[in-house]
C-alpha cells in the first residue's frame, strides 16, 4: 500500500481534469498539457519548450515533486523532460511546467489534454554541512567515473 499525503491545488484550467494516477499502482501523477485549445505547440526537432499544466500546488513542507518523462513518449517519438528530473519546490506557487525537449526526427504536435510528463511526490532531506578536516575513509576513495569497470563487472574466466 502507498503512503497518501493531502496536496493543495488550485482550481485548475478551464475545462481539464486534474493530473491523476493512470494505476492503482502508479507512482506518478500524468501530467496534462495546458496549451490554448487553438494554438498547439509543435516542438520541432531538437526544440525545446516549458509547457504550462494548469497546476499551482502547495507542497507541504518537507516534500518535493520531482517532474519525469513518460516513457512511451520518449519511445515513440524521442520526446523527453530536458531537466529530468525537474524540481517543484515546497515553496513554489506558480504553475508546473514540463520542459519537453524534442530529440526525434520529426516536428511533436502537443495538443491540449495530451498527457505530456508524471510527477513524483516525494518526503526530502536536508543536509547540515558540517566542517570537518577529513572525511571518513572507503575503499573507492576518489575513485568514480568507471574506475570500477567500464561495463560496470568483471567476466571471470
Ligand atoms: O521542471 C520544472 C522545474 C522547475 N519548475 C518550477 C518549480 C521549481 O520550484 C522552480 C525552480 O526550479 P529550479 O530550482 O529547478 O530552477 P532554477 O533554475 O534553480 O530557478 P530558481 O532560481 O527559481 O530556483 O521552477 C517547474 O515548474 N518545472
Ligand atoms: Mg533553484
Do not use: W
Amino acid at each position: 500500500m502507498s503512503l497518501v499525503i493531502p496536496v493543495q491545488v488550485l482550481p485548475h484550467g478551464e475545462g481539464l481534469p486534474l493530473p491523476s494516477y493512470a494505476t492503482e499502482g502508479a507512482a506518478g501523477l500524468d501530467l496534462i498539457a495546458a496549451v490554448p485549445d487553438a494554438e498547439p505547440l509543435v516542438l520541432a526537432p531538437l526544440a525545446r519548450a516549458a509547457v504550462p499544466t494548469g497546476l499551482c500546488l502547495a507542497l507541504p513542507a518537507g516534500h518535493e515533486a520531482q517532474v519525469r518523462p513518460r516513457s512511451g513518449l520518449a519511445l515513440k517519438h524521442g520526446v523527453t523532460v530536458l531537466n529530468a528530473p525537474g524540481t517543484i519546490d515546497a515553496d513554489y506557487r506558480g504553475e508546473v511546467k514540463v520542459l519537453l525537449v524534442n530529440l526525434g526526427e520529426a516536428p511533436f504536435r502537443i495538443e491540449r489534454g495530451m498527457r505530456i510528463g508524471q510527477m513524483v511526490v516525494a518526503p526530502v532531506l536536508r543536509a547540515t554541512l558540517e566542517k570537518s578536516r577529513d572525511l571518513e575513509k572507503t575503499t573507492r576513495g576518489d575513485g568514480g567515473f568507471g574506475s570500477t569497470g567500464l561495463d560496470g563487472g568483471q567476466i571471470s574466466r
